[in-house]
């Protein structure tokens, strides 16, 4: 079993719709982190968790909520998605020393 | 702010060639490591090496090298004897040790090994 595992892989959703993508680790970490890749814009950091009542917002939050359910458990939701959060979301967690992040598989949204 | 640059968005080379690609980031940290990431058409994230910032030694892992310039704050990846399999998306990324640990992002560099 993979050490991150997000779901859904895929997902094709309507405008206004609300959407969840979730997170588990096996990892045993603390920090937890969504981020959203674009063609040319890399990765960009949504929101990040150091710990179950630690919730900080990245540089692209707008839109977007997250929830720290457990300390293996991170959860990314659309509100009411719009076709420019059409992207590939990735979850990804480090230890204390942020010596290595380890990424789920990904999920490609795609909001119609 | 903390900021990581790549310059090249695509790179092509032939097989068995050397080729290196560039990264340069900006910090006013002293303390972190810098990481090269690659991600295969399957869309996983895979470690390629990793560099800590108070080494002034270059990493190596096998194929893979570093030229770690912590002064002019460059980091970039070299290939040697590339493969098909080294087909990819690369990304640079760095993280700071103390304080909000972030991992920060470059734009990628889309590189092909032609046979």
């Known amino acids: 079993d993979a050490d991150v595992t997000q779901t859904p892989r895929n997902r094709i959703t309507k405008t206004g719709k609300r959407i969840m993508l979730e997170c588990s680790q096996t990892?045993?970490?603390?920090?937890m982190y969504w981020y959203r890749q674009d063609p040319g814009l890399g990765l960009r950091l949504i929101y990040y968790?150091?710990?179950?009542?630690?919730?900080n917002k990245g540089e692209i939050s707008d839109g977007y909520s997250v929830s720290r359910q457990a300390q293996a458990k991170f959860s990314l939701s659309l509100e009411s998605a719009i076709p420019n959060q059409t992207a590939l979301y990735f979850c990804?967690?480090?230890?204390?020393?942020?010596?290595?992040?380890?990424f789920g598989q990904g999920t490609r949204l795609t909001v119609v | 702010a903390q900021t990581v640059t790549q310059s090249q968005p695509e790179m092509s080379v032939q097989e068995a060639e050397t080729v290196t690609l560039s990264c340069t980031y900006d910090t006013s940290e002293s303390n972190y490591y810098l990481f090269w990431y690659k991600q295969p058409p399957s869309r996983q994230m895979i470690l390629v090496i990793r560099q800590e910032a108070y080494k002034q030694q270059n990493a190596t892992e096998n194929r893979f090298s570093v030229n770690f310039q912590k002064a002019a704050k460059s980091f970039s990846l070299k290939i040697s004897d590339s493969q098909l399999g080294d087909t990819a998306m690369y990304f640079c990324a760095f993280i700071v040790i103390q304080g909000a640990q972030k991992l920060v992002f470059g734009q990628g560099t889309r590189l092909t090994i032609n046979p």
């Open positions: 990892k045993g970490h603390d920090r």
């Open positions: 968790s150091f710990d179950v009542k630690d919730i």
């Open positions: 990804a967690t480090s230890d204390f020393y942020g010596t290595e992040a380890f």
